[in-house]
């Protein structure tokens, strides 16, 4: 069962470093929000272990580098890494284990597997982001 509603978090003028949990079986993803009024810029760092169906091996943040596959929900990506993706502006990310985003004010990112299209539901595991304002 694909999720569809999953909490995520916020960057707020009082809250500059958290984390949030991203299960590997939504298609949809989990928002990260920036509430204030300005652009921040935020370091990401990913971890955990999930699994793209029992046919494929578990891998963490990084995906699976060098990998070839059809039909991922970000093709130009490491199939099975962590995305943050910008659906306001149609701009995807390759997070992986970590990384440093812009975040635009009142923009939200949606944290991902980029696994292939309508194969969420067999996935299993999640990834921990925990992430600080530089």
């Not at 169906?53 to 970000?74: D, I, K, R, S, Y």
């Amino acid at each position: 069962m694909v999720q569809t509603t999953l909490s995520g978090d916020s960057f707020t003028n009082e809250k500059t470093k958290g984390s949030f949990n991203v299960p590997a079986n939504t298609d949809v993803g989990v928002p990260f929000k920036n509430e204030t009024n300005n652009e921040v810029q935020i370091h990401f760092e990913a971890s955990g272990q999930w699994q793209s169906g029992p046919a494929n091996p578990v891998t963490g943040p990084e995906g699976l580098p060098g990998q070839l596959l059809g039909n991922l929900q970000f093709p130009d990506y490491t199939p099975f890494t962590l995305i943050a993706n910008n659906k306001d502006w149609s701009t995807a990310y390759q997070v992986g284990i970590q990384t440093e985003l812009s975040v635009p004010a009142g923009g939200t990112l949606w944290f991902l597997m980029n696994d292939q299209k309508n194969l969420y539901h067999d996935n299993t595991g999640s990834l921990t982001v925990n992430w600080s304002q530089k």
